[in-house]
C-alpha cells in the first residue's frame, strides 16, 4: 500500500530539548515536503527537498532543519524547540514538485 | 506568503444542495491542485488542473481555471454528509507549493 509514514504521532516535550520527527514513503517519490497547520493560517511549507541530498527552504524554514540522505526518508529536526513551534505539522511526498502529494497523518507536537 | 486564498472561509449548504468554492492566486503556475482534510487528518488529494486547461471533472467535482483572473473554482455537486470537511487550493511557486487557508465546508442533514 503507497503510504507517507510519520513518526511520533503525538509529542509532549519542553523548551530547548532537541527533536526528530521522521518521514518515511515507500513510492520512490523524488519530492518530499514538510508543512505545518496552525488555526487560520492554513498550511505552510518548511522545508522541500526535490531528490536526494538536495533540500530548500520553504516559507517558514526558522528553526528547522531537514535531510535527505536516502530517498525514501526525510527527517524533521527541531534543534531547540520553542513554544512557537507547537503545531500541528505534515510530511508529504510526490513523483515531482508539482504533480499530486501523498500526506502523512500528520504530528501534533506540543512544545512546554 | 500565501498564493491561494480560498472564500468563503466557511459555508454550509444542506444535504444534496452543490457547494461552490473558489480560489485565487497571484503568480503565473503550472497547475493547480484541489485537496481535502478531514478535522485534522492528512491532506486528500482531489483533482489537479494544469495551466493549459480551463475545466476538469472527476465524479461529483468539476474544477474551473481561469489564469486571466488567477482563479479557480471547485463546485461539488449532490453534496452528501460525507464531503464535510476542509478543501484547499494549492499552486506552485518555482519549486515549493502553496497552499491557501482553506474553506471548510459543513454538509447539514
Known amino acids: 500500500e503507497a503510504q507517507v509514514t510519520q513518526n511520533p504521532r503525538y509529542l509532549i516535550t519542553v523548551t530547548g530539548k532537541k527533536l526528530t520527527v521522521t518521514c518515511s514513503q515507500n513510492?520512490?517519490?523524488?519530492?518530499m515536503s514538510w508543512y505545518r497547520q496552525d488555526p487560520g493560517l492554513g498550511l505552510r511549507q518548511i522545508y522541500y527537498?526535490?531528490?536526494?541530498?538536495?533540500?530548500d527552504k520553504g516559507d517558514v524554514p526558522e528553526g528547522y532543519k531537514v535531510s535527505r540522505k536516502e530517498k525514501r526518508n526525510f527527517p524533521l529536526i527541531l534543534e531547540s524547540p520553542s513554544p512557537n513551534q507547537t503545531s500541528l505539522y505534515f510530511c508529504?511526498?510526490?513523483?515531482?514538485?508539482?504533480?499530486?502529494?501523498?500526506f502523512g497523518d500528520g504530528t501534533r507536537l506540543s512544545i512546554l | 506568503s500565501q498564493q491561494g486564498e480560498e472564500d468563503p472561509q466557511a459555508l454550509s449548504i444542506q444535504e444534496g444542495e452543490n457547494a461552490t468554492m473558489n480560489c485565487s492566486y497571484k503568480?503565473?503556475?503550472?497547475?493547480l491542485q484541489w485537496y481535502r482534510q478531514n478535522s485534522g487528518r492528512g491532506l486528500v488529494h482531489l483533482i489537479l488542473?494544469?495551466?493549459?486547461?480551463r475545466e476538469k471533472h472527476s465524479g461529483r467535482l468539476r474544477v474551473t481555471l481561469d489564469t486571466s483572473k488567477k482563479s479557480s473554482s471547485l463546485l461539488i455537486t449532490a453534496s452528501r454528509a460525507a464531503d464535510t470537511a476542509s478543501y484547499f487550493c494549492?499552486?506552485?511557486?518555482?519549486?515549493?507549493?502553496?497552499f491557501g487557508k482553506g474553506t471548510r465546508l459543513h454538509i447539514l442533514p
Open positions: 488542473i494544469r495551466s493549459n486547461e
Open positions: 503568480t503565473s503556475i503550472n497547475n
Open positions: 494549492a499552486t506552485d511557486r518555482d519549486d515549493k507549493i502553496i
Open positions: 527537498s526535490m531528490n536526494v541530498e538536495v533540500t
Open positions: 513510492m520512490n517519490h523524488e519530492y
Open positions: 508529504a511526498s510526490s513523483s515531482f514538485n508539482n504533480q499530486p502529494q501523498h
